[in-house]
T-cell receptor, first 114, second 113 residues
């Protein structure tokens, strides 16, 4: 169990640029979640996958956001035409997807928009 | 709809003193409840979870929480605070054990010598 891995840890970009984050879940975890955390707040749910299927998306996930999990293993979260309000910590979590199995979180990707 | 409310955004405790963090939930169905801890620039680490097996739940690092349905509460306690307990703590609710989590706003714990 190597834990949930996220890359990069930090991303600084100019407004209007596109960014992509990667999440590698714990192996054999079939559920994968993305959350966004702004300063001083708790994480907010964005979306989740059961294997490669994206089962739910929050209304926080505007058209500029897209997430994929093509082979049911790692996932990517892309933000197009970034805005100042996108500055946040983006957290990924995974779980075994069976009863009583909690979500395990990665250390997150901190996005700063200049 | 489900939600959690954490009372107190900041708590200061003396080393060795009781830690008490409050969480109240609203849920139309029996909830799954969790406490997570977050250290600076890190992700969230699970402290403990309530899944209806027992109302008093013991977690890691000496923490425990009691589920009280009549009060819709799931408060977190630790008998004796350590300096290493300084962190932010989040209460979360889920309609099932593998669904999305709804987090509270968090409580920042400061431990003073």
């Amino acid at each position: 169990d190597t834990g949930v891995s996220q890359d990069p840890r930090h991303k600084i970009t100019k407004r209007g640029q596109n960014v992509t984050f990667r999440c590698d879940p714990i192996s054999e975890h079939n559920r994968l979640y993305w959350y966004r955390q702004t300063l001083g707040q708790g994480p907010e749910f964005l979306t989740y996958f059961q294997n490669e299927a994206q089962l739910e998306k929050s209304r926080l996930l505007s058209d500029r956001f897209s997430a994929e999990r093509p082979k049911g293993s790692f996932s990517t979260l892309e933000i197009q035409r970034t805005e100042q309000g996108d500055s946040a910590m983006y957290l990924c979590a995974s779980s075994a997807g069976t009863v009583n199995q909690p979500q395990h979180f990665g250390d997150g990707t901190r996005l700063s928009i200049l | 709809a489900q939600s959690v409310t954490q009372l107190g955004s900041h708590v200061s405790v003396s080393e060795g003193a009781l830690v008490l963090l409050r969480c109240n939930y609203s849920s139309s169905v029996p909830p799954y409840l969790f406490w997570y801890v977050q250290y600076p620039n890190q992700g969230l680490q699970l402290l403990l979870k309530y899944t209806s097996a027992a109302t008093l739940v013991k977690g890691i690092n000496g923490f425990e929480a009691e589920f009280k349905k009549s009060e819709t509460s799931f408060h977190l306690t630790k008998p004796s605070a350590h300096m290493s307990d300084a962190a932010e703590y989040f209460c979360a609710v889920s309609p099932d054990s593998w669904g999305k989590l709804q987090f509270g706003a968090g409580t920042q714990v400061v431990v003073t010598p």
